[in-house]
């Protein structure tokens, strides 16, 4: 069971990094306007269709990847269950936001675009900016939630070797992939400017299911 679980896993990760891809990946014309710089300039020409497929990507990929986590924490049960429940309440609660957060940057764009087609960027500004003010502490939270906390826990365990797993696995979570992301695009490379950055976390995740599989 908990090596389909770790497939799905994997699975739910590469379609969540597709979803990612279908928001992100905007080119290296794209700028941050407005006085929180959450606005993207491209996204006044950005197909719509995009954001409607990302989400529901997003809606098959939460629950798949969640299924690596826990396929992961069932190889760890058998020696530290209280750790494994705590981990696996922590995972489940962070995905739950994990869709909250996509759903509203997919929307966001949508939001921009409906309003800047009035002409009003001031007020496609301050609308999307103020959204971002309301939701700032519950998505910060169940980011940390999702992708930090369980992460930064499984490279202790691994390092200390209560997960029985190679210390170069350390590489293979959401955190670790999301820096060498955001390094790749500091390097100001054309290749590199959207991906693998934006959509680093997601690939990252799938790698809890490549972690099951290796136990």
Request: aromatic share 10%; hydrophobic share 55%.
């Amino acid at each position: 069971m908990s090596q389909i679980m770790a497939i799905i896993g994997i699975v739910g990760g590469l379609i969540c990094a597709v979803a990612d891809l279908l928001l992100d990946l905007k080119g290296v014309d794209n700028h941050k306007i407005g006085k929180m710089k959450v606005i993207d300039s491209k996204w006044e020409k950005m197909p719509h269709w995009r954001f409607v497929w990302s989400d529901i990507l997003a809606m098959f990929a939460v629950p798949m990847y969640s299924c690596g986590f826990v396929a992961l924490m069932m190889k760890l049960y058998n020696t530290k269950p209280g750790l494994s429940i705590s981990l696996i309440i922590v995972f489940l609660c962070g995905a739950m936001g994990g869709f909250m957060i996509h759903t509203f940057l997919c929307l966001c764009p949508t939001i921009y675009q409906k309003i800047k087609k009035k002409a009003d960027l001031e007020l496609a500004e301050e609308v999307i900016e103020g959204v971002f003010k309301q939701i700032y502490v519950p998505f910060f939270t169940l980011y940390m939630m999702l992708v930090i906390i369980p992460a930064l826990i499984v490279m202790f365990l691994i390092v200390c070797k209560i997960l029985p797993l190679p210390v170069w696995c350390v590489v293979l979570n959401p955190v670790v992939i999301q820096i060498i992301g955001l390094l790749l695009r500091a390097t100001k490379i054309k290749a590199f400017i959207d991906a693998p950055s934006c959509c680093a976390a997601s690939l990252g995740l799938a790698m809890y299911g490549v972690l099951a599989l290796m136990l």
